[in-house]
């Protein structure tokens, strides 16, 4: 069973967010502080009930809890069902346990507890996934291993829903939602924003304001491939931006066309 949001909103009045995830997807929650990401989450997991809309979510759901500090990263690890040594080592080791996994939790550094927090999760074979800002209380450098073992465990029928204030994750999901106070202001897949968005103005240097002009009348030069190469169709008075494209931009020195990064875009919708 997949993930559905049908008109789900977290006011009564404003915009409300829309979206399916079958078994496979990931989503992630992106927003400043105080946007809704957590209460969006608890929605999501059943925890509460949204102001407007409908859910439908996968009978097991998955939230991680404080572990018991007591015992070892490995005896959380511990479950029945085929593979568990093999899944159990891929858990730790993707975590950065590997290496404390006999080890008592309360002696080991913050970063590493956060991710005991997560071992029964990833071990408990939950249709849905939800993880509150989960990944940020993590080793940096354990980050994107933690990323990778939810998309395998969504590769294996989960969905995967995550709030994070790192956006150099974002990237790494199929969906983002993107919220701004408590309201949606873009839900879709990661690469339609960074399509529509991503695109920034060219920086051109030049000596001469015919160089400038040189580059930028050329975009209205059609060019069709033909049998023997390419064939230049100026419009109406393009005719120089023709020859300038055969021959060269003369002394334009360099053009450079600035793409904005995902968390760029992601700060300018929040």
């Known amino acids: 069973?997949?993930?559905?949001?049908?008109?789900?909103?977290?006011?009564?009045?404003?915009?409300?967010?829309?979206?399916?995830?079958g078994p496979g997807h990931t989503l992630c929650v992106v927003g400043r502080a105080g946007a809704g990401k957590s209460r969006l989450l608890?929605?999501?997991?059943?925890?509460?009930?949204?102001?407007?809309?409908v859910i439908e979510?996968?009978?097991?759901?998955?939230?991680?809890?404080?572990?018991?500090r007591r015992v070892r990263?490995?005896?959380?690890?511990?479950?029945r069902g085929a593979n568990k040594a093999l899944l159990a080592t891929e858990v730790l080791s993707h975590l950065g346990l590997w290496d404390v996994r006999q080890r008592i939790i309360s002696e080991l550094a913050p970063p590493q507890i956060a991710a005991c927090d997560l071992v029964e999760t990833f071990m408990s074979g939950a249709g849905l996934i939800v993880l509150d800002e989960h990944f940020d209380?993590?080793?940096?450098?354990?980050?994107?291993?933690?990323?990778?073992?939810?998309?395998?465990r969504c590769a294996h029928g989960a969905i995967g829903v995550v709030a994070t204030n790192q956006l150099e994750i974002a990237s790494q999901?199929?969906?983002?939602?993107?919220?701004?106070?408590g309201q949606p202001v873009y839900v879709g897949s990661v690469a339609d924003l960074v399509k529509s968005r991503g695109q920034r103005s060219l920086v051109?240097?030049?000596?001469?304001?015919?160089?400038?002009?040189?580059?930028?009348?050329?975009?209205?030069?059609?060019?069709?491939?033909?049998?023997?190469?390419y064939k230049l169709t100026p419009g109406p008075g393009q005719e120089q931006a023709a020859r300038l494209l055969r021959d060269g931009y003369g002394d334009v020195h360099f053009v450079v066309s600035d793409e904005k990064s995902l968390p760029e875009i992601i700060l300018s919708l929040a």
């Open 173 to 181: 999901f199929d969906f983002l939602a993107v919220l701004k106070g």
């Open 1 to 21: 069973m997949g993930l559905v949001l049908q008109e789900v909103a977290l006011a009564r009045t404003g915009a409300a967010l829309s979206l399916l995830l």
């Open 73 to 79: 990263p490995q005896d959380l690890s511990h479950r």
């Open 57 to 68: 979510r996968p009978d097991h759901v998955a939230v991680p809890e404080p572990c018991n």
């Open 137 to 152: 209380r993590i080793d940096p450098w354990v980050r994107m291993e933690a990323v990778a073992l939810l998309t395998d």
């Open 204 to 229: 051109i240097e030049s000596e001469r304001s015919m160089g400038v002009r040189a580059l930028v009348d050329p975009l209205l030069v059609g060019v069709a491939k033909t049998e023997s190469g």
């Open 42 to 53: 608890r929605v999501i997991a059943g925890a509460e009930e949204p102001d407007r809309g």
